[in-house]
């Protein structure tokens, strides 16, 4: 079973709860039928609607929503504008990927200390300055490739589609107490914070360094700045976001530079 079913089965389950609790004897289906046109039993609806259709987003949709989120998250940061010496930077390094592998990507610096950097299902791929100040460009490279790589191979699409699933399990609280909402930008920005903050898996980290390494080498650039790169973060501390998110950069620079050297 797909990791996103075992996760959104449990969350449907807690919507039915909800809608079942204060059902004053009667099944969760009679609740909403006696409570009908009510401004709770609409919230309750929607909840199970959005959570059902979590389930069978399909990529389109996934794209779609994490478009939105991205604009909606950009407009709680610090975009930099293009004539920035991080945005010109962040430019230059990513010239000619704007549809690398078959993607549609789209780039954007943040002012932000934070060494890190993350990708949307749509392609929106965002580079903290903290990131920028610490990296060598063929370094920044791999790291970007690295986030591409996540991209590609639908790591994203997974971790967006498991944050939106319980965004609707949270709006299922908020109905049985009278709140009501859809997702509204503070929301999709709460979504993309999920995303940044969700844990990669080991394998898809190692085969997001491997798409990032590739990239370095189809572009003519340095490999080895995969291995330096993932060194640097390693001694990043707390400064380095990406640590809590993307685990064991030590591990991973020991992979690759065994890679390229075979």
Not at 31 to 44: E, H, N, V
Not at 136 to 149: A, S
Request: aromatic share 4%; hydrophobic share 40%.
């Amino acid at each position: 079973m797909p990791a996103y079913l075992r996760i959104a089965a449990p969350l449907l389950g807690a919507v039915l709860v909800l809608a079942a609790q204060g059902a004053w004897g009667q099944s969760a289906l009679g609740k909403l039928k006696g409570l009908a046109g009510s401004q709770k039993a609409k919230t309750i609806v929607d909840v199970g609607s959005d959570a059902l259709r979590g389930l069978t987003l399909s990529d389109e949709d996934v794209a779609s929503l994490g478009a939105e989120a991205a604009l909606a998250y950009d407009a709680q940061s610090t975009v930099l504008p293009a004539d920035d010496a991080y945005a010109k930077r962040l430019a230059a390094v990513t010239s000619g990927l704007e549809n690398d592998s078959g993607l549609k990507l789209n780039f954007k610096a943040y002012q932000n200390p934070e060494v890190n950097a993350f990708a949307l299902p749509d392609g929106s791929v965002r580079v903290y300055s903290g990131l920028m100040d610490l990296m060598t460009d063929d370094e920044l490279r791999f790291v970007i490739g690295h986030e591409i790589g996540h991209v590609k191979h639908g790591h994203s699409k997974e971790r967006f589609r498991t944050g939106y699933l319980t965004q609707a399990a949270r709006k299922g609280v908020a109905a049985n107490s009278g709140a009501v909402g859809k997702l509204a930008s503070s929301e999709l920005g709460g979504l993309v914070e999920s995303v940044i903050n969700a844990k990669h898996s080991q394998s898809s980290e190692l085969e997001s360094d491997q798409f990032g390494l590739a990239l370095l080498k189809r572009t003519g650039h340095d490999q080895q700045a995969a291995v330096s790169a993932l060194r640097k973060l390693d001694d990043g501390g707390p400064k380095a976001g990406m640590l809590s998110s993307h685990p064991d950069p030590a591990k991973r620079a020991d992979l690759i530079e065994r890679s390229i050297d075979g």
